[in-house]
């Protein structure tokens, strides 16, 4: 198949691209500039330069491939908009990123014992985000209706492990390993009890090939595989340093340091989902622990 594919050059939508030509797909994909595109050729892929907020370039590309995925921006609505305008009438597919901080709440590091499925957006469900995060949930609502396209929203979750692409580091752990090596102090928000579900990057890819090939009109996936609080990831990381024990960290001080969006959600709050409509369709990811990871992965600098 001819894909396109947004956030080419980034560390979710560069390790589809290069799952996707392994796979013998060939990839067409947006880079902003031309040194991603310099970037992501080098891994077979065919740079566009442009920006999500070029709709006519979007739709040229979108009209000319079989398929589309969106991995560069869950929250860019126009860039949606745009991709289903021009696929319209079509069927072809539309898989589209989001992420799990949907879900999240604002604990600031307490826990919670609220877990979510894939039927959050089903018809007659109760549930609803937080109003930082409704702008986003309208999106993946706006997409799954689209008619005569076929969308998938994936929804993944704390995204761990390095990334087969240009760019190979996520954002939440490496925000949170760069802190402790700067510092000398591997912190937590708060008391750290809050839990995130996790997978592993390569997990993620993979099911993004499922979904291209399998998945139904409207189909909603969460991506996960196994959880972990921030306590025990932030541990995890002093062990690997080798520093002493990890220590709470206020949401007032974190927030200073990481911003809002980042202290209070990527870090603070709990965000504990379930997929098995992704397994229903035969995916079986193969990484189950970020903590095993993590005192794997990172050593002293």
């Known amino acids: ?37 310099e970037a992501v050729r080098a891994l077979g892929v065919v740079p566009v330069e442009g920006t999500l907020d070029d709709a006519f370039l979007l739709a040229r590309e979108a009209r000319r491939a079989d398929a589309v995925i969106n991995a560069a921006d869950s929250d860019h609505r126009g860039a949606v908009e745009a991709l289903v305008e021009a696929l319209a009438g079509t069927g072809k597919a539309l898989l589209h990123t989001s992420g799990s901080s949907i879900v999240a709440d604002t604990a600031a590091g307490e826990p ?31 997409l799954l209706s689209a008619a005569d396209i076929r969308p998938v929203v994936l929804c993944p979750c704390l995204i761990y492990g390095r990334g087969l692409g240009a760019d190979p580091e996520s954002l939440q752990l490496p925000a ?96 504990r989902v379930r997929g098995p409509r992704a397994r229903a369709l035969g995916w079986a990811p193969r990484h189950a622990s970020v ?11």
């Open 112 to 142: 919670s014992d609220k877990v979510y499925d894939e039927s959050i957006y089903d018809a007659g469900s109760s549930w609803e985000p937080t109003p930082d995060k409704a702008a986003r949930v309208a999106i993946d609502q706006f």
């Open 176 to 271: 949170l390993v760069a802190q402790a090596r700067a510092s000398g102090i591997a912190r937590h928000v708060g008391r750290g009890l809050n839990i995130w579900s996790t997978v592993h990057v390569e997990d993620v890819a993979e099911l993004y090939l499922i979904a291209l090939e399998r998945a139904q009109p409207g189909t909603f996936l969460f991506v996960e595989n196994g959880e972990a609080s921030f306590r025990d990831m932030a541990g995890a990381i002093a062990r690997a340093l080798r520093l002493g024990a990890a220590q709470e960290w206020p949401i007032e001080d974190a927030i200073k340091t990481l911003g809002y969006g980042r202290a209070m959600y990527a870090q603070g709050s709990n965000s």
């Open 1 to 37: 198949m001819d894909i396109f594919l947004t956030g080419a050059s980034g560390y979710i939508g560069g390790t589809i691209a290069v799952r996707l030509i392994g796979e013998g797909h060939s990839v067409r994909g947006l880079v902003r500039d031309p040194a991603k595109g």
């Open 291 to 301: 903590v095993a990871w993590i005192e794997s992965a990172y050593q002293p600098a």
